[in-house]
Nanobody, 123 residues
């Protein structure tokens, strides 16, 4: 079992940057695939980015590719999402998630979730 807690969200103007962090407790994150997902008001939760635990390979949604960077620090048991060139359409609650195995881009195959953190991008 692993517990995940997100931090670093807030309000930012369009074009700005934010860095989300996800701290884990209970078990080491080094053996999990990790991902970031988001849910905007009135919309379904969607994939943002993920990182494979074995080789560190990363995956991104087309909407954030080139603007967001996912990374992990196994020594600190933490996951990050660096967000740049933010747009109003990036406004959502962002969730950190961990997966034992499965499709690394499918939220249905993630086992552990944080509570989420709000990111609001003003125009």
């Amino acid at each position: 079992q692993v517990q995940l807690v997100e931090s670093g969200g807030g309000l930012v103007q369009a074009g700005g940057s934010l860095r989300l962090s996800c701290a884990a407790s209970g078990r080491t994150l080094s053996s999990y695939n990790m991902g970031w997902f988001r849910q905007a008001p009135g919309k379904e939760r969607e994939f943002v980015a993920s990182i494979h635990w074995v080789d560190g390979y990363t995956y991104y949604a087309d909407s954030v590719k080139g603007r967001f960077t996912i990374s992990r620090d196994n020594a600190k048991n933490a996951l990050y999402l660096q967000m740049t060139s933010l747009k109003p359409e990036d406004t959502a609650v962002y969730y950190c998630a961990a997966q034992d195995y499965g499709s690394i881009v499918d939220l249905r195959e993630y086992d552990y979730w944080g509570q989420g953190i709000q990111v609001t991008v003003s125009s």
